[in-house]
């Protein structure tokens, strides 16, 4: 570990790590300024210091991650929950981010005989994330021969290196494409904030606001606010078809009779209730995003 690494924290600010690299590092960063903290990061810097805030961002390997809050080389780290599966980290899983899902799934060349999980008892499977993957199958009482390799886990079977894989999924076009089939999943999976109980405890009044802002940030984007107008008669209508948090807020328009509702409602029904509202008789509808939502 470098002399600045070792140093890090030791002034009373608070650390956290977030991927640099990967699929997760443009959400994660994007997530703390969503959140807030003021930074500037650069492709090269390892330490990002925040403006606004006592936080330092160390920018390292999305697998990293779990082992460094673990060890207390950072108080808070961003990284994928299977991740932290994989690595057996000891640490608090504080928040579910609501980016970076994937699914640990196993599957089967076309014309195998393993349609289950169950099926593929006694097969090689190709794994880069074997020790979730025994530890899984072990769940469902499958014991198989793992074969870990680093990458590219779906061209194996066609390389005669094994009869199945479990990777990580999402659209499971790259299964499709190598002509792959799915026979069941292992972990849900998306990023997540971890910590370590010492940290959380020392530091909770860094931790304490960092994650109220966090997941407020998370819990606005699951949401937006819809606006629309309406007649007063109409208003029982309306509030049947919404599915709001809490009341609606409803507000006199200057013309007699006319109100305004405001409503946050889940960003993925929104597209089912705006038919709704309008045929229950709402006019000028307005959606917008939610910045945070703090509960
Ligand atoms: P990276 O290798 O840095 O792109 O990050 C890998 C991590 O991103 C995985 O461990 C997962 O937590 C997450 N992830 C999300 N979707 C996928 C996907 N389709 N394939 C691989 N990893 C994914």
Redesign the pocket.
């Known amino acids: 570990m470098s002399a600045a690494l070792a140093r890090l924290g030791e002034d009373g600010r608070l650390t956290l790590a977030v991927?640099s690299?990967?699929?997760?590092?443009d959400p994660a960063l994007r997530l703390c300024a969503d959140a807030g903290l003021s930074f500037e990061a650069t492709e090269r810097s390892l330490v990002v210091p925040c403006a606004n805030a006592p936080v330092d961002l160390l920018l390292v390997?999305?697998?990293d991650i779990p082992e460094y809050v673990q060890d207390g080389v950072v108080d808070l780290g961003i990284?994928?929950?299977?991740?932290v599966v994989?690595t057996e980290a000891e640490v608090v899983e504080l928040l579910e981010l609501g980016f970076?899902?994937?699914t640990l799934a196993a599957a089967v060349p076309d014309g195998s005989a393993a349609h289950a999980l169950t099926g593929l008892g006694g097969l090689r499977v190709a794994t880069s994330y074997p020790v979730s993957t025994r530890k899984l199958l072990a769940g469902h009482g499958v014991e198989v021969e793992l074969v870990t390799i680093s990458g590219s886990v779906e061209a194996a079977p066609r390389l005669g290196l094994a009869d199945a894989i479990v990777?990580?999924?999402?659209?499971g076009s790259t299964l499709r494409a190598n002509g792959l089939r799915r026979v069941g999943d292992l972990l849900s999976?998306?990023?997540v904030l971890i910590g370590r109980d010492e940290a959380l405890e020392e530091k909770a009044e860094i931790v304490r606001p960092l994650e109220l802002m966090l997941a407020g940030v998370v819990a606005g984007r699951r949401r937006r606010y819809v606006m629309m107008n309406a007649t007063v008669a109409e208003l029982p209508a309306i509030r049947s078809v919404l599915p709001s948090l809490g009341a609606p807020t409803v507000l006199p328009l200057a013309d007699e009779g006319q109100i305004a509702i405001h409503a946050a409602v889940e960003a993925d029904q929104v597209w089912q209730v705006l038919p709704a509202l309008k045929a229950a008789g709402a006019t000028s509808i307005l959606v917008l995003p939610v910045e945070r939502l703090v509960g």
Do not use: H, I
Request: hydrophobic share 20%; net charge positive; glycine share 16%.
């Open positions: 991927p690299k990967g699929r997760m590092s390997r999305t697998d990284t994928g929950g299977n991740l994989e970076g899902r994937c990777d990580l999924v999402s659209t999976s998306q990023a």
